[in-house]
């Protein structure tokens, strides 16, 4: 191809065609000005696909983030769920010698860690200058809501939960003569019982131990967790990805929750609806309070527990299977709705 434009070139000239070849010149210019446009055109459009495919790449791999966040959510909000019974009876004080002795409730100050979630990925992906789309602009918005909003909730929980059982240790190491065997040998002796269920400070100590953890910890995680799903499932839908059922429920799977329950003067219903199943609870339309007490969402953790706002929630059923009531608990209280017979 250049020995042929070279070869036009030559012959032009020696045939004294000088406006000829000024015109073939300006024109040969003109070719190689488009040429390197067009190169440049497609080199911009590769670096344009490669900065869209990191940064799809960034998304996804955050979006694998917020499902380890929500999997590390649900397992500290499990682990609240089952240590609810011992502030139950700490609180209450109905703890028992054998609940200390045997049913391992001693070590319930003496427990507990931080939930500790990651946002390195979604670091990276904020630290990333490359451009995004609107979708994409919106999706940072959310992931910046749940990430310095409510992981940042759970972070400062975290260090108060680790500062008092660090100040808790130093306490009874200081006051207590059975603190070293237990410590050292996990002997838990008698002394060690007759103060946990006879010494005030013991219940206050449990009391506040439970407002910081069960209650305040507890409902920091399920705030992040909630809002992190709701964004995981919008950022699944933007990258194509079937989102986990093990998140994301199915709620086909669920509808025997759906019904009318009531306790003294309150019903409350539970209907599904295009967030999922939605709980509301009113005064009855005798009294003269009848505005709504209560509308949230359910977490779902399995087919009998599930969460609301505030309490660990557990269906009750019959020999038939039907559900007959919801039991809710949350420290030291514990209530039931009783499900409307027309419901059964």
Excluded at 72 to 83: D, L
Excluded at 231 to 252: F, R
């Amino acid at each position: 191809m250049i020995k042929f434009f070279r070869k036009i070139r030559q012959g032009l000239l020696s045939k004294n065609k000088f406006s000829k070849y000024l015109l073939y010149a300006i024109g040969e210019i003109i070719l190689v000005v488009i040429g390197i446009l067009i190169a440049l055109s497609i080199n911009n459009w590769n670096e344009e696909r490669k900065a869209a495919e990191y940064t799809k790449l960034l998304f996804k791999n955050t979006l694998e983030e917020l499902k380890f966040n929500i999997e590390k959510a649900n397992a500290k909000v499990a682990y609240f769920r089952s240590q609810n019974s011992a502030y139950y009876v700490i609180i209450n004080k109905k703890a028992t010698r054998q609940n200390f002795k045997i049913n391992g409730l001693a070590y319930l100050l003496f427990s507990g860690y931080e939930v500790e979630l990651s946002d390195n990925t979604f670091q990276k992906l904020l630290s990333s200058h490359e451009k995004l789309t609107q979708e994409q602009d919106d999706l940072l918005s959310k992931l910046k809501l749940v990430y310095n909003n409510y992981k940042g909730e759970v972070d400062f929980l975290d260090t108060k939960i680790v500062d008092f059982i660090f100040d808790l240790h130093k306490k009874y190491k200081d006051e207590q003569s059975w603190y070293p065997n237990f410590i050292s040998n996990s002997s838990i002796s008698d002394d060690m019982i007759d103060y946990f269920l006879n010494d005030p400070e013991y219940i206050n100590d449990a009391s506040y131990f439970y407002s910081l953890g069960a209650a305040q910890q507890n409902s920091s995680v399920k705030r992040f967790r909630d809002n992190a799903i709701i964004t995981y499932t919008e950022l699944s839908n933007h990258l194509n990805i079937t989102p986990d059922t093990a998140i994301v429920k199915d709620l086909t799977n669920y509808r025997h929750y759906l019904g009318t329950y009531k306790r003294d003067n309150l019903t409350l219903y539970i209907k599904e609806e295009a967030e999922g199943l939605i709980q509301t609870i009113i005064a009855n339309e005798d009294t003269d309070n009848s505005t709504t007490v209560k509308n949230s969402i359910l977490y779902l953790d399995s087919k009998s527990y599930f969460t609301d706002r505030n309490n660990f929630g557990k269906l009750i059923y019959d020999n038939d299977n039907n559900v007959t009531k919801i039991e809710y608990t949350r420290g030291a209280q514990k209530y039931n709705f009783e499900k409307s017979n027309k419901d059964l």
